[in-house]
């Protein structure tokens, strides 16, 4: 089993990802069979994990490997697909977006605007602006702090602020 794992896991990895880092096959033992989980460490950032379930330990590894495979493959292809919309990130950077939120096929494209002028404000002169504009959100620097916040329209109406010191909520 540990060398049928170890072949299979390395198989699918460097088929999809050549600098993989680690990787680890866990076998369970569960109530109507065998539960395999793999973790692969793509990057320092990103893991990809996968699990399989069977009623013998080899068929579950099967799944799992499979499982990984089927999200390695996707990985590759959003990143093949976003690479030139994306060219100022890292490549390790749009792998991690894409694996954060688990299936990547679910994930819609992301655009990024490469240039964004982000002005000094108080939280009072932004909400104005917002208010002012048909934007659903705006970001600026709190003239205050000097720290980034942002401003959006939230779906009852009333405007948010968010500030990384903290959360605070202002009715318009």
């Given amino acids: 089993f540990q060398t049928h794992a170890e072949d299979a896991l390395n198989g699918v990895v460097n088929k999809y990802f050549q600098r993989a880092v680690s ?14 989980k793999t973790r692969v460490a793509l990057s320092r950032r990103i893991e990809l994990e996968a699990t399989g379930y069977a009623h013998n330990a080899h068929a579950a590894l099967d799944a ?16 093949k697909n976003h690479r030139n919309i994306v060219t100022p990130l890292e ?7 894409a694996v954060m939120d688990g299936e990547a096929d679910e994930m819609p494209p992301v655009v990024a605007e490469l240039a964004y002028d982000i002005e000094m404000l ?9 208010e002012l504009s048909e934007a659903p959100m705006l970001m600026f620097r709190n003239a205050a702090h000097l720290g980034l916040n942002v401003v959006h329209r939230r779906e009852d ?16």
Avoid: C, Y
């Fill in 91 to 97: 490549e390790d950077d749009v792998l991690e977006a």
């Fill in 64 to 79: 799992a490997i499979e499982h990984a495979e089927k999200r390695l493959r996707r990985h590759k292809r959003r990143l």
């Fill in 23 to 36: 990787g680890h096959v866990t076998l369970e033992k569960a109530d109507a069979g065998f539960r395999v």
């Fill in 122 to 130: 108080t939280v009072e002169q932004a909400v104005m602006r917002l």
């Fill in 157 to 172: 109406g009333s405007i948010g602020w968010i500030d990384p010191r903290g959360v605070r909520q202002l009715n318009s």
